[in-house]
């Protein structure tokens, strides 16, 4: 049946798909609003308004999908943007944004000093909507929202981000507009921070990243280059390791990064506009209570400012201009569509 005659075997529209506001209550969580997102493919997700819009919680047909890190959902009160202070309130969940005037490491630049992956994923989002656009028979949610990282005497940005979830489809696109409000040229990064953990990742699943070229991010992780595509059992000993991959991009300058979890017969796959999200991070940790796979497009290189500024990766918005980001998450159900996604991909 389709979603008109599918209506006349229901009281209301939330048994077919639903969008519902809430607000937690304990904890370093107290007073988050979160978008609870539920559609009739067996697709449930999260959208927390007060910390960037962002993705804490993806499960399908109650499978998990994302990693969330020991602290939790985190109130953005509690933030930190000291050197490493970020990951005390980190809930990496399936996607943390980063940015919007730094990305990756902290830093010194020109004088001023920048914290872990900068502001933005602990802004409360204002002018939020959330609605379920009724459309023949493919309604779709749409939740909205803008989030502004500036300051006085300072750059002003502004993020724009529509997510769109349609009623039977295996998909969340996620679109990013970041505008310079302000009146002088202002550096711009961005990072997707797409976090895979238990039980879509485990020491069975399968990685796929079309890499043309793929770079260590330190001597370390030089020595683990050999089996990036491999996830190890959970080890207490393991040290992080990440990766630049230079994907291959398709006929639409498009390009994609997948887990594929045989035993499930479950994956995600992460399709990428590389017309402006040019580079690529993977970030592996196999740790005991840390087990992560990082699959994070980006416009930028991560080792700090000053780095992005000499490798040319830094980008930059002049007053009033405005850059897009597109980004598809789409679950995969079974082998057959883990194959056919990397035929695609190898074309």
Known sequence: MNYQEEKKYVGHRDQLMRIKRFRMQEGKAEGVELLDVQNRSGMHFDVNVSRGM????????????GFVSPCGIVSPEYFDDKELGFLKSFTAGFLTTCGLKVAGAPCEYEGTFYGLHGNLSHIPAEEVSAVIEENGDSPCAVMKGKVRDAVIFGDKMCLEREIRCSYKERKITLKDRVTNEGFKRVRQMILYHCNIGYPVLSPDSEIFIPALETKARNVHAQEGIDSWMKV??????????????????????????????????????????????????QWKMMGAGDYVMGLEPSNSTIDGIDDAVKNGSMKYLEPGETREYTLTFHILKGRKEFEELKKRTEK
């Open 232 to 281: 190890q059992e959970a080890d207490a000993d393991y040290e992080e390791m990440c990766y630049y991959h230079k994907l291959k991009p398709d006929e639409k300058n498009h390009s994609v990064a997948a887990v594929y979890n045989p035993d499930l017969d479950l994956g995600i796959a992460i399709e990428i506009d590389l017309s402006t999200l040019d580079h690529f991070v």
């Open 54 to 65: 962002d993705i804490p919680y993806l499960d399908f047909c109650g499978e998990n999908i």
